[in-house]
């Protein structure tokens, strides 16, 4: 499994390496992971990163980007656009790197706080849900690209101290989203 996006993959959050998202759904679907997640990444940068450097061929791709497209840019139109047009790029980046290869795109949960951190303070739970149906809307013009979504999310006990990550309860909880959409799809 390969996965790329932004902090939440890169492990940002979790109390250990192992208990990271991307790592906990290697190992939830008896993976290796190769993880090229970056910490503070926008899905321009990620897709910068797959055009500078190939995926590698993997039956798995994992991607979660976009939240700090939406924290920075806010409500500007021209974000949105741009996060599109960057899946577009990471997505098409993964079907040349593995036609027949699974891809799971992680849907953003919402957060409690979007005032901290500035000037990535820009944000709001309602920009997550349009940023997810951009994610819904580009990842269906792509064969065999899955979005997994928490259910179960929480975010008042599986958010780090900062707001902003993951902690490993809320890591624990997309790597079962990510497990049980791949082990749906590979049915």
């Known amino acids: 499994m390969v996965s790329y996006g932004h902090s939440w993959i890169d492990g ?9 998202l991307a790592a906990r759904a290697a190992a939830g679907l008896g993976l290796e992971l190769d ?6 990444s926008s899905s321009t940068g990620t897709a910068a990163l797959v055009r500078a450097s190939a995926p590698p061929t993997a039956a798995l791709y994992l991607l979660m980007t976009g939240l700090n497209d939406l924290r920075l840019g ?5 974000s949105l656009e741009n996060y599109a047009g960057a899946l577009r790029t990471i997505l098409a980046a993964f079907r040349r790197a593995g036609p027949g290869a699974l891809v799971i795109a992680v849907a953003q949960p919402p ?3 979007f005032s901290l ?6 944000g709001s739970n309602n920009l997550v849900k ?4 951009q994610l819904r809307r580009v990842a269906g013009g792509f064969p065999g690209v899955v979005v997994a ?11 780090a ?4 990550h993951a902690n490993d309860a809320g890591h624990e909880c997309l790597a079962r989203a990510v497990v049980a959409a791949a082990t749906a799809a590979w049915q």
Do not use: F, I, K, Q
């Open 130 to 133: 349009v940023y997810n149906d």
């Open 111 to 113: 957060l409690l706080d």
């Open 149 to 159: 979504e928490a259910d179960d999310w929480d975010a008042g006990t599986m958010l």
């Open 117 to 122: 951190h500035a000037p990535h303070n820009r």
């Open 12 to 20: 940002d959050g979790a109390s250990m390496p192992a208990l990271c």
């Open 35 to 40: 993880n090229r997640g970056v910490g503070g």
């Open 161 to 164: 101290e900062d707001t902003v």
């Open 74 to 78: 806010g409500e500007s139109p021209s």
